[in-house]
């Protein structure tokens, strides 16, 4: 059967073009009517060709799926096409073309890309897609005909968007290098509206060294790739001069950062950390156990530094050694728990956050109770707790799964136990100076963090976002705490890089994360763009060289 699957994608690609028709093989049967299969998209809108495009004449509407890398790379392409001219819209009727940057860790995130995709294209609108799906599985069958991003292509965006609004399909799959090297990406100087004007999200590296059985990322994103430190930095410094007051270092793995470059990960924080202006914060991204575990001392010294968040997120996965064996972690639950114990004792206060998936194929219940029983030791105040879903072309998709309905039951049982406790009840009274970077859902209240990451909300006041202020805990959730702020405005801390020169313009951006908040609808783009310049100067010779054409023209 392994075999025949790699011939043939479906048992109905043996039908050959000499086979009878449907139609044919019912005609004799009188009581059987035929009808054909409706064409896909036969009632979709036409969508506009633009002969030429004007910068400026057409709305774009960018929406996002995945996990802060894949904001970033929409960040830097909706940058790039805003300082081309075009406009960016929140209302993706009102857009000529919708830009779709999709995720490929769940099956369900791919369904709802594919469906966004079908409503784009029935609903008459030019569509690109651009992230992980379309990189990894560049031939599927709902793609076809789209112009397509790949993940180290996205400073190509403005050329691949107004070749789609001619009607064209474009696609940029090919990897970048550089001398023979694999580069993480697209230089990170490159313009950016941000989701939230004060968070500054900067991709370290790109790809990763395991290679987990259920995972689908590595087909997307490769093998490590790091970013210069010296661009790094740069690009930190770029972002706290535009009013920045939160950075976020995101990538498939951080702790594996700098081994193909021969740097690491606390050699790139420690510069870091000389560039963060008072009262702005760094936090530093998901890590896996193997790659921490040699910088432990390290990174419990970056950890509590003031001006970086006490917060990591270590994804364990399964408390069962050989559930880790099945799924090629290369670490074993005491691996982990050294890293969790370490840096508990050495960081005060410190959070670690981590995933779960329930159902790995080959899970028995003495290997689920491990999990539970690592989870009930820790009690982790952020715990992401998944089902396991085969994505196709992982070695865990041929593995033989468990049933559906133990795989819900064992999901409830931990999520049971996960609600079973709040992290914060002992925290009442407490006085705590936090950092308001966000909006509630509700929007009823602003979101701060502590030094541990944990969030704080307080009263919508005037001027209070972006400050750093002394807080008295009142009340507490399974989720958050809530304040009282204990100062006057004029005793609120700013980031001291930010000036009443910094300007922040009004705008919108579609994304859909896992962070839990809903971040003020806002961009903050840098100051004018090179690539604005250039567009403005390329718009002009069009329109010179057109009307000297037309001109010659006339007179031949």
């Known amino acids: 059967m392994s075999v025949c699957s790699e011939i043939i994608d479906d048992i109905e690609d043996l039908i050959s073009s000499q ?21 896909e998209n036969q009632d979709a809108v036409e969508k506009p060709i633009f002969q030429s495009v004007v910068p400026g004449t057409q709305r774009i509407y960018v929406k996002t799926w995945g996990c802060a890398h894949n904001n970033s790379d929409s960040e830097y392409m909706a940058g790039q096409l ?15 073309l919708w830009l779709l940057n999709s995720c490929t860790v769940k099956n369900p995130s791919e369904d709802t890309f594919r469906n966004e995709i079908q409503a784009g294209v029935a609903g008459g609108k030019h569509v690109v897609v651009a992230g992980c799906v379309p990189q990894g599985a560049p031939k599927s069958d709902y793609l076809k005909g789209l112009s397509v991003i790949g993940v180290q292509q996205i400073d190509r965006v403005v050329e691949v968007v107004e070749e789609t609004l001619k009607g064209h399909s474009v696609r940029l799959l090919q990897p970048k290098k550089e001398a023979g090297r694999r580069l993480a990406g697209p230089k ?35 093998d490590l790739a790091s970013y210069d430190p010296e661009e790094i930095v740069t690009r930190a410094e770029q972002a706290f001069r535009e009013g920045v007051c939160e950075l976020w270092l995101t990538s498939e793995d ?55 968040y006490a917060f990591l997120h270590v994804p364990v996965q399964t408390g069962s050694d050989a559930i880790l064996a099945s799924m090629k972690r290369e670490y074993s639950r005491e691996d982990f728990e050294r890293v969790v114990d370490f840096l508990r ?46 994505r196709p072309g992982t070695p865990a998709a041929r593995m033989p799964r468990i049933p559906a309905n133990l795989v819900k039951t064992r999901t409830k049982r931990l999520t049971d136990l996960f609600y079973s406790y709040e992290p914060y009840s002992n925290r009442i009274g407490e006085i705590q100076r936090v950092l308001v970077t966000e909006i509630s859902h509700d929007k009823r209240f602003y979101v701060a963090h ?63 994360d896992t962070s839990g908040q809903e971040p003020p609808a806002a961009i903050a783009p840098a100051r004018t763009s090179p690539l604005l310049i250039y567009g403005i100067i390329a718009l002009l010779l069009a329109i010179i060289y057109r009307f000297s054409w037309r001109l010659l023209t006339e007179i031949e």
């Open 188 to 222: 990170l100087a490159l313009p950016k509206v941000r989701k939230n004007p004060l968070i500054e999200i900067i991709p370290i590296n790109s790809g990763c060294l395991n290679q987990c059985t259920y995972c689908k990322t590595k087909h997307a994103r490769g």
């Open 450 to 512: 502590n030094k541990a990451y944990e969030q704080v909300l307080l009263p919508m006041k005037d001027n209070l976002m972006g400050k750093s202020v002394m807080v008295k805990i009142q009340s507490t959730s399974k989720f958050s705490m809530e304040g009282e702020i204990l100062e006057d405005e004029n005793a609120w801390k700013a980031c001291s890089i930010v000036t009443e020169g910094n300007s922040l313009q009004n705008g919108h951006l579609n994304f859909e």
């Open 82 to 96: 805003s300082a081309f001219g075009y406009k960016l819209v929140e209302d993706k009727q009102d857009a000529d």
């Open 345 to 390: 004792e050495h960081v005060p206060n410190v959070t670690i956050a981590t995933d779960i998936i329930c159902g790995f194929p080959g899970e028995t219940e003495v290997d689920f109770a491990e999990t539970m029983d690592l989870c009930e030791k820790y009690k982790f105040p952020s715990l992401f707790i998944n089902q396991f879903f085969p």
């Open 19 to 39: 086979d009878i028709t449907p139609k044919e093989r019912y005609a004799t049967r009188k009581g059987v009517t035929y009808r054909p299969k409706k064409a």
């Open 254 to 308: 951080t702790g594996t950062y700098g081994r193909d470059i021969g740097s690491s990960l606390p050699e790139l924080l420690w510069k870091l950390v000389e560039v963060i202006p008072e009262g702005c914060m760094m936090r530093v991204g998901m890590t896996n156990p193997p790659y921490i575990l040699e910088h432990l001392v390290e990174m419990a010294k970056i950890l509590n530094h003031p001006r970086v």
